[in-house]
């Protein structure tokens, strides 16, 4: 069931140096003057899909009912991929058939999930580098202003989708292996282990994390450590982070995406 809340979130990695944003937004209130429109982050890394993916699926839940979320990191724009419409926890999410939805489909949070046929909601001429701004703003526009999402097209069954391969944490007796997965503005370094896979080995307080040769506690806030001072904490997703009181652990570790992070019970 989906009841609008004229409300659109917008999630690309466009950055803001040029008009692609504008324009998006412009499209969205010439057909939907109302809307309310949220930047949740046009600074994902480009062509990122994993970044894009995780970043909506940490963020979805702190939307009310009736959103609309169109995520736009389209590597594969103007080819034969499909549009995708996604149905979930009373929200719709508009994002290419390139994995970033596959987090939500993973889970069994979408519900129902359509491909975008309908050309009623595509604007009279569409760029075939810029689906973003001539599809799926559009069709964002038209569904929360109440547009029947049963009309977008065709249903799709989920294992038709395009999954989307996310490191996942190994899990033995007395030790987790993972992996930075992305960095952000502070420098802080998020990793694939989440707080449920640190509750399965043991209380947090007996827990010491491995990186680049260091080892850490696990503290509850940055301010724990002094100043300049490596770290490990859950962020406020509810991941196991690598960060720096007042600093930048992208500096004081030199680590890229991908370094391994251990987690041992003591």
């Not at 995520?71 to 058939?97: K, M, N």
Request: proline fraction near 5%; include cysteine.
């Amino acid at each position: 069931m989906f009841k609008s809340a004229n409300c659109i979130s917008l999630l690309t990695d466009f950055g803001l140096e040029d008009a692609y944003v504008g324009q998006m937004k412009a499209v969205i209130l010439s057909r939907n003057p109302t809307a309310q429109i949220i930047d949740l982050c046009h600074a994902l890394p480009c062509q990122d899909i994993q970044a894009a993916a995780l970043m909506l699926h940490a963020s979805w839940s702190f939307f009310p009912a009736g959103t609309v979320h169109v995520t736009v990191v389209d590597p594969g724009v103007g080819t034969c991929r499909h549009i995708l419409v996604a149905l979930s926890a009373e929200q719709l999410f508009i994002a290419p058939d390139n994995g970033i939805l596959f987090p939500l489909i993973e889970e069994q949070i979408s519900t129902q999930i359509r491909i975008l046929k309908n050309p009623t909601l595509f604007a009279t001429k569409s760029s075939s580098t810029f689906h973003g701004r001539d599809i799926m703003a559009p069709a964002a526009a038209r569904l929360a202003s109440g547009f029947p999402f049963a009309e977008v097209g065709p249903v799709v069954e989920p294992a038709a989708c395009v999954r989307l391969h996310l490191s996942k944490p190994l899990i033995t007796e007395n030790r987790i292996q993972g992996q930075i997965l992305s960095s952000d503005h502070f420098g802080n370094l998020r990793t694939n282990i989440r707080e449920a896979d640190l509750q399965c080995l043991a209380p947090l307080a007996h827990l010491r994390v491995s990186i680049c040769g260091k080892q850490l506690s696990i503290s509850k806030t940055y301010a724990e450590t002094q100043p300049g001072a490596l770290l490990a904490l859950l962020d406020s997703a509810g991941y196991l982070e690598i960060a720096v009181n007042q600093g930048k652990a992208t500096k004081l570790l030199a680590c890229t995406v991908g370094e391994t992070v251990a987690v041992i019970s003591i």
